[in-house]
């Protein structure tokens, strides 16, 4: 189907001023991680924490896929830190991710975002909440209930079937910024 002639599209100021920043975006370079976040991140993960950025800047969603190892969860910890140093984390972030690597997303927490992990308490008062599917698919109620700055869905490959559980309660989710991880980035 071919437009008439005298078709012309107009767009709405929000739109127009969103096209004009995609026109001159010219790629996604490299950020240092705020003075709170206490890891030094390799250059590659430091190319990660700018894509993050983009895509909240943007309003895009993500998978993060690289082999196991590599550094995903200090990646978005650094994110994390840097959005709440940023007054950028109005609402809480959840990670959801499987019960075995549950324990590690709480580790590393304290560890490198001491003003994250301080903060984990019971709803709303946090900024971080980590659960597992298993949890999800339980408390999918309250979790949907709760707008969320943003998701991080780790080891994402748990949602590849549509028809699953665990899709359907990870669609309910509202947030801000939906990130999916992955060390198995052929699932």
């Not at 709405?12 to 705020?34: H, K, Y």
């Not at 940023?86 to 972030?93: G, S, W």
């Not at 301080?118 to 949907?144: F, G, H, K, W």
Request: aromatic share 10%; net charge neutral.
């Amino acid at each position: 189907v071919v437009p008439p002639a005298d078709w012309r599209f107009v767009a709405s100021p929000r739109a127009r001023a969103f096209l004009d920043e995609l026109a001159a975006f010219d790629g996604v370079g490299a950020i240092e991680p705020t003075a709170g976040f206490k890891a030094e991140l390799r250059p590659y993960q430091k190319v990660g924490l700018a894509w993050m950025d983009f895509l909240r800047r943007y309003g895009f969603g993500g998978v993060l896929a690289d082999d196991m190892g590599l550094g995903k969860t200090v990646q978005v910890l650094a994110y994390l830190a840097r959005e709440l140093a940023e007054k950028r984390l109005a609402q809480p972030a959840l990670v959801v991710c499987p019960t075995s690597v549950a324990p590690n997303w709480l580790s590393e927490a304290h560890r490198f975002t001491p003003d994250l992990s301080d903060a984990l308490a019971t709803l709303p008062s946090q900024n971080l909440v980590i659960t597992s599917y298993a949890l999800l698919l339980r408390d999918i109620e309250v979790l949907a209930a709760q707008s969320w700055s943003m998701v991080v869905f780790d080891e994402a490959q748990w949602l590849k079937n549509r028809t699953s559980q665990s899709y359907r309660s990870a669609l309910r989710i509202k947030a801000g910024l939906r990130l999916c991880l992955t060390g198995t980035p052929v699932e």
